[in-house]
C-alpha cells in the first residue's frame, strides 16, 4: 500500500521546493521507491514554446524521476498568483476529480509520495460547490499528513505558530517541522528554540541558506540531504 505525506509552507518562497527535493532524493538514494507530486502550479517557465512546470523540473532533476511533468503536476500556470487566480485568468478551471485521478496513477507504480503544496496553507486551488477551495480542503480529502516547512529567520515564530494552529483546528496531523534558511545567529537559534518549545512537534531537520546562484547548487543540497535528514525517519512520517 502506497504511503505518502505533504509538504506545506508557512508562506509562498519558503523553501518548500527544495525540501522536498531533498527528501524525495534521499528516499530514491536509500533505496525507496518514490515520487514526487504537485497538483498545481503558478508562476511556469516557457522553455522552447513548451510550459515548463520549474518546481517539478527541479525535483525530477535531483531526484532522478523520469515521468512526463503533467502526470506529477496536472495543472500549469504561466501567471504567477495563486492557482485559483491563475485557472480564472488563463481560463483552465481546476477539477479536483482530476488531482485525485493522477495521484491515484501513481500509486499504482510507487510506493512513497511526497506532495508539495502550493503556497500556504491556506492557498485557493479551485471553487466547489460556490465556495473557495483551498490547499487544506485537498489535504483533508485526500486524507494525508503533513510535514511543515518554515524559515529561522526574522518573524518564523509568528508565521510558524499561526500555521501550526491553523493546521490543528482543521484537523490536520503535523508529523514534523523542517526548518530552512539557517545561519548561526543568535536570532535564528533562538527562533529555532522558541518553535520547538511553543509547538512541541518534533524538528526533523535543519536546512542551512544556501546560495542558489552557485554553480554546485543542486550537489550541495544532495550532500545537506544526507546529512540534515534521516531517511528512515521520514518513512515513519508517511501513511
Known sequence: MTKGIYIVGTDTDIGKTLVTGSLVYLLRKNGYNTCYYKAALSGAEIEDEVLIPGDTKFVCNISGIN??????????????????????????????????DK????????????????????????????????????????????????SAELGTINHTILTVKYLENVGISI?????????????CNDNISMIKYMTHIHILGVMPLIDGNCDEFHEEIKKLSEKVFNPKEIIKCMR
Open 67 to 100: 515521468e512526463k511533468y503533467e502526470d506529477l503536476t496536472p495543472y500549469i500556470y504561466k501567471t504567477a498568483v495563486s492557482p485559483f487566480l491563475a485557472s480564472k485568468i488563463e481560463n483552465k478551471p481546476i477539477d479536483v476529480k482530476v488531482i485525485k
Open 103 to 150: 495521484y491515484e496513477k501513481l500509486k499504482g507504480k510507487y510506493d512513497y509520495i511526497i506532495c508539495e503544496g502550493s503556497g500556504g496553507i491556506i492557498c485557493p486551488i479551485s471553487y466547489v460547490e460556490n465556495q473557495i477551495y483551498n490547499l487544506d480542503n485537498l489535504i483533508k480529502e485526500m486524507d494525508m499528513d503533513v510535514i511543515l516547512v518554515t
Open 175 to 187: 508529523k514534523g517541522i523542517i526548518i530552512n534558511k539557517y545561519e548561526n545567529t543568535e536570532l
